[in-house]
């Protein structure tokens, strides 16, 4: 049985065209049928501003350059908001599966208990030519059961016309620690929820080995979970997330040095994950650089 056949598998209340485009993600690009994924998202211009995400390297303020980027570097998708998609879906038809991320949130001001507003459509993934559409939840906020039932409506009539369902889950709210926001046992609690609102993929944040709730930390102990290293902390994920029924991806994060970035994505092929989602670390690099970093990542999940 092929990699693809056995995570397709997994799926097993999906109709046809949601299973084609599933396939689509996995067999487009340098990663074709090796049943991993990178994934370039640009809504940093929407939920960061232009300055901060696009200052480093001039050409991402041009929609046209981060399509063209993705294609040229042979990645598997290219996500982002409503406008960069409308700005060059047409130009660039067929060429890259595309995700319509259809929330988002802006700095102008900011919450310990974020609700992003709802900023596109299934109908406008459709028009646009995508294969999924991405959304985000705040797992943690005030507002999380307002994102999980926008989460559920969304998800199930994207569904039903054959498009796949990407998450952001990434925990955040007042009742957090900022260390919790990325704590392993709050990372596959992230991961779950995910996976219950009906999402096929799953973008979550690399975890610390730091545990935020004490029940959490009694039971690891109890249990002999390994959680001291990154891959450890990666298969953990990757359990929570149905037993490896889902396709679980890891964020690249604020821009790093290349050696940090690696080390990273060796941990995440080493524990099971499906791939890596970044967007920072390519666009805010100049292009040559970052095409052959992104190189380098590809031998990476390949090996």
């Not at 999980?148 to 409506?153: A, I, P, Q, S, V």
């Not at 392993?184 to 992230?190: L, M």
């Not at 004490?214 to 959680?227: F, L, Q, R, V």
Request: proline share 4%; net charge neutral.
């Amino acid at each position: 049985m092929s990699v693809v056949k056995k995570i397709l598998d997994g799926y097993d209340s999906d109709n046809a065209g949601t299973l084609s485009n599933i396939y689509k993600l996995l067999m487009h690009g340098k990663l074709a049928g090796t049943g991993k994924l990178v994934i370039l998202p640009v809504d940093q211009g929407f939920e960061h501003g232009p300055t901060r995400s696009f200052a480093p390297n001039e050409k991402g303020y041009d929609p046209d350059y981060h399509f063209e980027f993705a294609i040229e570097a042979g990645l598997n998708a290219y996500a982002a908001p409503l406008g960069f998609l409308e700005a060059g879906s047409r130009k660039f038809a067929g060429q890259i599966p595309l995700i319509l991320k259809l929330n988002n949130s802006d700095l102008l001001m900011e919450s310990s208990n974020p609700c992003p507003a709802v900023t596109g459509s299934v109908k406008d993934a459709l028009r646009l030519g995508c294969c999924a559409i991405g959304f985000t939840i705040y797992p943690g906020s005030t507002a999380r059961n307002t994102m999980y039932e926008e989460l559920r409506e969304l998800a199930f009539e994207a569904k039903s016309y054959g498009l796949a369902v990407v998450v952001w889950s990434y925990p955040r709210g007042s009742e957090l620690s900022k260390e919790g926001e990325t704590a392993i046992d709050i990372a596959a609690y992230a991961a779950q929820i995910a996976a219950q609102l009906g999402a096929h993929i799953i973008k979550v944040k690399l975890p610390t080995d730091f545990i935020e709730k004490d029940d959490n930390a009694k039971m690891i102990k109890k249990y002999n979970i390994p959680i001291k290293t990154q891959a450890d902390r990666v298969r953990y994920v990757v359990k929570s997330a149905f037993n490896g029924k889902r396709i679980v991806i890891f964020s690249g994060g604020a821009s790093k040095d290349l050696e940090s970035l690696y080390k990273e994505i060796e941990a995440i092929h080493e524990g099971g994950g499906f791939g890596s989602i970044i967007g920072r670390n390519t666009f805010q690099r100049p292009k040559e650089d970052a095409l052959e970093m992104l190189n380098k990542i590809i031998s990476i999940y390949k090996s």
